[in-house]
């Protein structure tokens, strides 16, 4: 009664702690950056990130280009492992405004273009670079009417070049909209981890948040012809009278050699009723939500008629062959083990030592790493974890649970492997395979593609600091987690088969069609699942486009794990009806060989669809990350139809009394 006491009581200091917390807290923002509110004329900078264009996917940095520079010199900011592999570069830029306050600006003038800068302003213009910039964590957005619809791009050109024309005009004239939600100060204090933190809201100063809240940042980029010597007279930050886009080219900056351009920018800022938590909605619209729920039914269908064909082989025929078999007394089961047909014949073989099992072994240990980095990547991100507006935390999170789950990796591969051996001997070997295999594929990949970046000085090449972090994260937490994983596998308790195997193998009958042709048939319905989905996340990857319907995606993840399950499971009976006893690596290629499927389409999504992609360089990085992505899939998608098929055999024959 004393201890039932001392629990309620417990339970009620608990409470009461909740309830206190609860009412200091008046709300809590998860994720993104926390809000910065601003009073009026406070000063607000923005920056700059890499030039990127859709037609070389290389990225170089702004400064690469002769455009004006801060007054206290270039500075980066600080940027996680996600960032700097995907070839962000976030500098500090000249370009700042004072809240509220509308104004037109001066910048610079340059020097007198050179040769080579001319070449590199044409190059970039014809490549259709685009300059991004960040304000308060937004990236700019540029707005045009097509055929009386809103297009809306991230970023703006760095020029055009002229229709019927050879002559290209640079854009130096920036008119910023600056979208504000006036705060009214309901006693709230926004307290974070850095502009990628959380943001919690307290009562503990009534007057520091009320102000202005930055909720858009829209440009209409110009291009203006200045006199360069009225121009060179003003010092950066001046006021100029504001300018009209025009539409004349002679009126334009027109690039050429010795020519001396003139960079000036105006500012307005517009109250909105958009509230700060949806700032990022005009960034983040879901297009085509009927093609995704398309795209679901589609596999729920597909699933639905695998399902069938699974339950009629379980409750129909292996049921009705076990029942018919148990009914039976012993000489009569004696009797029926002479006459027995389909699977049961290879009830000696069945659980016979597959061809190159360490191999297995290990591409089953990296398969489950990838799959359990997926899952639980997605369904952060399908919980609002993962916000765009913390750039790079993505691929930071996917690298750190791949890391992570290093032991899920080595305990899987070695239990395999002892239950394959029946013997542990060997362990320590297999766990540095399974650590290796993965990692050492997509090393040699990303080696051989970063030559190329830095052979094109662009900001996407890995530094080779980066590469030292990349190996120390390799060798000193996933290997290390890898191998305690494979100790734990060799304590944990072996899977003993059902049946024995006979000392000599039986011999397989001939068949009328291969094996590799039923295999390559079965990855067609997984790949029906993933690739009306795999368009979306290719357009986000290499159009610059925003993905975040992640729920979609938890979902599409889902269907494909079953749809891989059931084709597996239905390839191995079949296999098996037909007394092959090599069901092993089928089992695996049944599902896994929708990764060729994926880099098929890849190459169609390359001709058809990134029509714009200049150059044998932009097509061999975008080769190469797609062959990165189908090794991952094969790994993942083959490990699920192994494990599911590998427990239905295992259920099979347990269920079989033959001696």
Known sequence: MALSKRKISGFCWNFLLVIQFADSCRGFYLPGSYMHTYSTKDAIYAKVNSLTSIETELPFSYYSLPYCKPTGGIKKSAENLGELLMGDQIDNSPYQFRMNVNESLYLCTTSPLSVHEVKLFKQRTHDLYQVNMILDNLPVMRIAIQNGVNIQWTGFPIGYTAPNSNDDYIINHLKFKVLVHEYEGSGVQIIGTGEEGMGVVSEADKTKASGFEIVGFEVVPCSV??????????????????????????????????????????????????????????????????????????????????????????????????????ELDKEAQAQMNEELSGWKLVVGDVFREPNHSKLLCVMIGDGVQITGMALVTIVFAALGFMSPASRGMLLTGMIILYLFLGIAAGYVAVRLWRTLKGTTAGWKSLSWSVACFFPGIVFVILTALNFILWGNKSTSAIPISLYFVLLSLWFCISVPLTLVGGYLGTQAEEIQYPVRTNQIPREIPGRKYPSWLLILGAGTLPFGTLFIELFFILSSIWLGRFYYVFGFLLIVLLLLIIICAEVSVVLTYMHLCVEDWQWWWNAFFASGSVALYVFLYSINYLVFDLQSLSGPVSAILYLGYSMIMAVAVMLSTGTIGFITSFYFVHYLFSSVKID
């Open 225 to 326: 012809r200045y006199d360069p010597e009225v121009m060179t007279k003003l010092h950066m930050y001046d006021n100029i009278s504001s300018v009209n886009c025009p539409l004349e080219l002679d009126k334009s900056q027109i690039i050429r050699e010795q020519e001396r351009i003139s960079f000036t920018y105006e500012v307005e800022f517009v109250k909105s009723n958009i509230r700060w938590p949806s700032r990022w909605d005009a960034y983040l619209r879901m297009e085509g939500s009927r093609v995704h729920w398309f795209s679901i039914l589609n596999s729920l269908m597909v699933i639905t008629f695998l399902a069938g064909i699974v339950f009629v082989i379980f409750l129909r025929t292996v049921r009705r062959d076990l029942r018919r078999y148990e």
